[in-house]
């Protein structure tokens, strides 16, 4: 709802009417910017208005009186800090902008007071968040005691749970390092009993060696003996 349609008019009647106020030699240069600054130069042409230079910002080009601060509907725009605010406005010319550092609860509050009021709220913000907020904080103690139980019998649950796997994993662990127990164990088994069998065949190798070296001494004793005898023979016959 729009209200003061003819100050509103008025109002943008005067401010087409009303020149670009910019920055001198903004176009000049990428540095400066557009944003209005007043020229204080001694022999600054925008400042002495020579012909052909932008124009100076002056109380001339303001608005109609009536019109000024009033918002885009056509209130007149007040903060709001608290509930006892709403008290002085007018509902038929005056709208209520709550301030920023209003919390929830004193928000829900004002927009409540202001309804019953009739009083228009310009930034009223997400009321249905808020008044859901609100529910769900005023809700029974035994709802939250409620919610509370079932989620610790979720967690229960769930640490429940997490133990078993960990139970299957530790007994998974156990086992493999019982058949990497037992494998170790098997080879120590055969390793020994193949022990041994080496030692026997080391054995009957070196049985085999002496036979052999006493064969050898047997040919050389008889060898020697022979020799013995003929020399024997040949001194005799002499």
Do not use: C
Request: aromatic fraction near 4%; proline fraction near 4%.
């Amino acid at each position: 709802m729009v209200i003061n349609k003819e100050l509103l008019q008025a109002r943008k009647k005067v401010a087409d009417r009303r020149p670009k106020f910019i920055r001198q030699e903004s176009w000049r240069y990428d540095r400066l910017a557009e944003s209005w600054r007043k020229p204080k130069g001694k022999d600054n042409k925008m400042r002495k208005q020579f012909s052909g230079v932008p124009r100076l910002v002056k109380v001339g080009y303001r608005g109609p009186k009536k019109a000024r601060g009033l918002h885009p509907s056509g209130y007149t725009d007040n903060l709001v800090f608290n509930v006892k605010d709403l008290g002085r406005l007018d509902p038929s010319k005056d709208a209520a902008r709550i301030a920023h550092v209003v919390g929830q609860r004193k928000r829900l509050l004002i927009l409540a007071e202001a309804r019953g009021k009739g009083i228009k709220v310009l930034n009223p913000g997400k009321e249905r968040e808020a008044e859901e907020a609100s529910e769900i904080k005023s809700e029974s103690p035994v709802k939250r005691e409620e919610g509370k139980a079932v989620s610790s019998k979720e967690i229960a649950e769930t640490k429940g749970e997490q133990k078993e796997l960990g139970a299957l994993d530790k007994g998974e662990e156990e086992e493999a390092k019982e058949g990497e127990e037992l494998e170790a164990e098997q080879e120590e088994d055969n390793e020994k009993l193949k022990a041994p069998d080496n030692d026997k065949e080391d054995q009957g190798v070196q049985g085999d060696d002496k036979t052999h070296d006493e064969e050898l001494g047997g040919r050389k004793g008889g060898a020697t003996a022979e020799n013995k005898s003929e020399h024997k023979s040949g001194s005799t016959g002499s």
